[in-house]
T-cell receptor, first 108, second 116 residues
Framework: KNEVEQSPQNLTAQEGEFITINCSYS?????LHWLQQHPGGGIVSLFM???GKKKHGRLIATINIQEKHSSLHITASHPRDSAVYIC??????????FGKGTRLSVIA | DAGVIQSPRHEVTEMGQEVTLRCKPI?????LFWYRQTMMRGLELLIY????????DSGMPEDRFSAKMPNASFSTLKIQPSEPRDSAVYFC??????????????FGPGTRLLVL
């Protein structure tokens, strides 16, 4: 079974700061997802990637397949970015395995 | 599009009672997933269906849990009898195609279950 580790577990940032959240996994994958869980509990899929980099607004996700590592970056962070960010990975013929999440608080 | 619909949104019950959680996936989606989230264990996959057929139920905790998908637009997760340790948020998600392609999953709002 794939082991997914996220770091840091908790992160507090000042508004405007550049934020990086990391995800490492133990077994080769076919896809990696970044999810955002709002304080109210709702879960939103941010990115699905299997190689390279994807960008959406102020969010950037990168993945290094050889190093089994992905990062989620937030530029010009804002209090509304406060949420739990969850990394999940999938290998062929297996369902998603989730990390424990990174709790981000952005302070104005 | 209404998104994934789950009901009820909250459920409080006493241990020993039967609990049924319901999910309506996004129309046209072929895969449906049931997840459980707790503070201790985070998100865990319980079971997933593809084209209404259960593919992997290895995440189902024990025989007290059962899931069905009688048609493409409806699924249930049943706990009988419920126990306090089943208290969690249960999420349903759907995706457009087979999981092997790693398609994006769309999550419902979750059902918050408390078993007293």
């Amino acid at each position: 079974k794939n082991e997914v580790e996220q770091s840091p577990q908790n992160l507090t940032a000042q508004e405007g700061e550049f934020i990086t959240i990391n995800c490492s996994y133990s077994v080769g994958i076919s896809a990696l997802h970044w999810l955002q869980q709002h304080p109210g509990g709702g879960i939103v899929s941010l990115f699905m990637l299997s190689s390279g980099k994807k960008k959406h607004g102020r969010l950037i996700a990168t993945i290094n397949i050889q190093e089994k590592h992905s990062s989620l970056h937030i530029t010009a962070s804002h209090p509304r970015d406060s949420a739990v960010y969850i990394c999940a990975v999938r290998s062929l013929n297996t369902p998603l395995v989730f990390g424990k999440g990174t709790r981000l608080s952005v302070i104005a | 599009d209404a998104g994934v619909i789950q009901s009820p949104r909250h459920e409080v019950t006493e241990m020993g009672q039967e609990v049924t959680l319901r999910c309506k996936p996004i129309s046209g989606h072929n895969s449906l997933f049931w997840y459980r989230q707790t503070m201790m264990r985070g998100l865990e996959l319980l079971i997933y269906f593809n084209n209404n057929v259960p593919i992997d139920d290895s995440g189902m905790p024990e025989d007290r849990f059962s899931a069905k998908m009688p048609n493409a637009s409806f699924s249930t997760l049943k706990i009988q009898p419920s126990e306090p340790r089943d208290s969690a948020v249960y999420f349903c998600a759907s995706s457009p195609s087979r999981t092997e392609r790693g398609e994006t999953q769309y999550f419902g709002p979750g059902t918050r279950l408390l078993v007293l």
